[in-house]
């Protein structure tokens, strides 16, 4: 009786894994970055709308009379659109289902690797306009990282 109580003991953290590891790819895809381009980061833009769409920059630097903000973003592109994210969730959903979640092993990887979004830098310069506001001058929108299993 001691040894099944031992061999229990060992077998079921093993057993419980699968259950563990559920939904992890399914997690990962609700919450991988929406398509997001900006609408407001456009010359002649008050500063307030872009800050307003962009959140708060990551630097803010004055030079003579203008400023320049430097502001991130992450755009989740097409592949994470609410059509492609909802067929993603059922298919991982039908495979855990009929592997036994053994399918995690895929699926969480090609949601790490193939689904993850853009790094976007965005560099804006200001002027002060007779309204007495900061209207963007110049607009540069760099992607700093694009995620891909490909390499360049």
Known sequence: MKTLLNTTSKLLPIALLPLLAAGCAQYMCIN??????P????????RIAIVGE??????????GTNLV?????????GKNSGGSKT??????????LFTLFIDQVIWI?????GFAGTDHL?????????DDLWHATKVDNQVIKEHSTTSK
């Open 32 to 37: 991988q970055p929406k398509p997001f381009t």
């Open 39 to 46: 609408s407001t980061a456009v010359v002649g833009a008050k």
């Open 54 to 63: 962009l959140g708060e920059p990551v630097a803010s630097q004055p030079h």
């Open 69 to 77: 903000d430097t502001f991130k973003y992450v755009d989740g592109g």
């Open 87 to 96: 067929a993603r969730v059922v298919l991982y959903s039908a495979g855990d």
């Open 109 to 113: 990887p090609s949601e790490k690797y």
């Open 122 to 130: 965005v560099i804006v310069d200001y002027a002060k306009s007779d």
